[in-house]
């Protein structure tokens, strides 16, 4: 299996290297939004799959960490210029950096965040830390239209440099799945499911799980902030609009249709969920068939791409891949031939 691994493993780093070289501009945009939407998607599924706590919060990470990659890339002129609502704050005009950096202070940011409130959120369990945490993204969305002089408010940011092709955020992606993949299969990640199998168990048996929890909820806010700052590199422009519940919906659908708890489940859902969106683009569109043109029906792959859905949905129930993983399937494969 250790084989099988690397050989995944080697695919993947071969794919993103040659992909721009195969793929026209439209495709590979496609691909990088689906390898950005598989880092929020992974760091989502580990505090809501394999933790177990069923948390709505990654719109506000990843609003925190796109407007501080925003802002810590745009140089002083650049804000001067864009900033017509009210003049930016003297630190706003201070902050600036390098690409890399800005993606490590975004993750850092919502990580900070997420530590300060995991005391308050963790004091409730299930449906009320759902409310506690949705709470928690309409106030980042509020934030930012009210505090013109931090954001710019309802007006965002734009010509944000676009330092996100596709080696970046591949890699990135690839990166952000073997670090979860790691944390998941350590003692921390076993502490975890058993969080989420039983809290007041594993309580019992000496597991920390307020530590537990924590660790799952910073994890994943860094991961979403650095998610975060790749879309504000990669669309070029910030605004509250972006960051609105649907995103947190949109990863929720992916996280279930994976399989709860499956980091490369994570991964499958969102190339089907992302990926399907668009590719199924041309049902909008006039088509000929069998010498009979139909007109233009905006909005029928929206219908058929839900149909699917909940046709995989009814025949496998908790997910394409349940928990497990891809690995656990070819384990399973490989004691048949046996």
Same mark, same amino acid.
């Given at each position: 299996?250790?084989?099988?691994?690397?050989?995944?493993?080697?695919?993947?780093?071969?794919?993103?290297?040659?992909?721009? /070289?195969?793929? /026209? !501009?439209?495709?590979?945009?496609?691909?990088?939004?689906?390898?950005?939407?598989?880092?929020?998607?992974?760091?989502?599924?580990?505090?809501?799959?394999?933790?177990?706590?069923?948390?709505?919060?990654?719109?506000?990470?990843?609003?925190?960490?796109?407007?501080?990659?925003?802002?810590?890339?745009?140089?002083?002129?650049?804000?001067?210029?864009?900033?017509?609502?009210?003049?930016?704050?003297?630190?706003?005009?201070?902050?600036?950096?390098?690409?890399?950096?800005?993606? &490590?202070?975004?993750?850092?940011?919502?990580?900070?965040?997420?530590?300060?409130?995991?005391?308050?959120?963790?004091?409730?369990?299930?449906?009320?830390?759902?409310?506690?945490?949705?709470?928690?993204?309409?106030? &980042?969305?509020?934030?930012?239209?009210?505090?013109?002089?931090?954001?710019?408010?309802?007006?965002?940011?734009?010509?944000?440099? !676009?330092?996100?092709?596709?080696?970046?955020?591949?890699?990135?992606?690839?990166?952000?799945?073997?670090?979860?993949?790691?944390?998941?299969?350590?003692?921390?990640?076993?502490?975890?499911?058993?969080?989420?199998?039983? !809290?007041?168990?594993?309580?019992?048996?000496?597991?920390?799980?307020?530590?537990?929890?924590?660790?799952?909820?910073?994890?994943?806010?860094?991961?979403?902030?650095?998610?975060?700052?790749?879309?504000?590199?990669?669309?070029?422009?910030?605004?509250?609009?972006?960051?609105?519940?649907?995103?947190?919906?949109?990863?929720?659908?992916?996280?279930?249709?994976?399989?709860?708890?499956?980091?490369?489940?994570?991964?499958?859902?969102?190339?089907?969920?992302?990926?399907?969106?668009?590719?199924?683009?041309?049902?909008?569109?006039?088509?000929?068939?069998?010498?009979?043109?139909?007109?233009?029906?905006?909005?029928?792959?929206?219908?058929?791409?839900?149909?699917?859905?909940?046709?995989?949905?009814?025949?496998?129930?908790?997910?394409?891949?349940?928990?497990?993983?891809?690995? /656990?399937?070819?384990?399973?494969?490989?004691?048949?031939?046996?």
């Amino acid at each position: 299996m250790r084989l099988v691994n690397i050989a995944l493993l080697l695919i993947a780093v071969g794919f993103i290297l040659i992909a721009p /070289d195969i793929f /026209d !501009e439209y495709t590979i945009r496609i691909l990088s939004n689906i390898a950005i939407f598989a880092i929020l998607a992974v760091s989502y599924n580990l505090i809501n799959g394999v933790t177990g706590q069923f948390s709505l919060e990654p719109n506000g990470f990843v609003a925190i960490g796109a407007y501080v990659a925003a802002l810590m890339l745009l140089s002083t002129d650049e804000k001067i210029y864009q900033f017509v609502l009210e003049e930016p704050s003297a630190f706003v005009l201070w902050i600036n950096s390098g690409f890399v950096t800005a993606l &490590i202070f975004a993750g850092l940011a919502a990580c900070a965040l997420a530590l300060m409130l995991a005391f308050p959120v963790f004091r409730v369990r299930g449906d009320y830390l759902a409310i506690v945490t949705l709470g928690f993204g309409f106030i &980042i969305q509020i934030f930012a239209i009210n505090n013109p002089q931090i954001t710019n408010g309802s007006l965002g940011l734009n010509d944000i440099p !676009e330092h996100a092709n596709f080696y970046w955020v591949g890699f990135t992606a690839l990166l952000a799945v073997i670090l979860i993949l790691n944390i998941v299969n350590s003692k921390y990640g076993r502490a975890m499911k058993a969080v989420r199998d039983d !809290e007041d168990a594993a309580e019992a048996m000496g597991v920390n799980t307020f530590k537990i929890k924590t660790t799952a909820f910073c994890t994943s806010a860094f991961f979403e902030g650095v998610g975060g700052g790749l879309l504000a590199v990669f669309l070029t422009t910030v605004s509250p609009d972006q960051f609105t519940f649907f995103l947190t919906f949109q990863l929720l659908i992916i996280i279930v249709l994976g399989g709860l708890g499956s980091t490369t489940g994570a991964v499958i859902g969102t190339i089907l969920v992302i990926g399907g969106s668009e590719w199924l683009r041309f049902l909008d569109e006039s088509m000929n068939i069998f010498g009979y043109t139909t007109p233009a029906m905006p909005g029928l792959r929206m219908v058929v791409f839900s149909v699917m859905l909940i046709l995989v949905m009814l025949f496998a129930r908790r997910g394409l891949l349940g928990s497990g993983e891809v690995s /656990d399937i070819l384990k399973k494969i490989k004691r048949k031939r046996q």
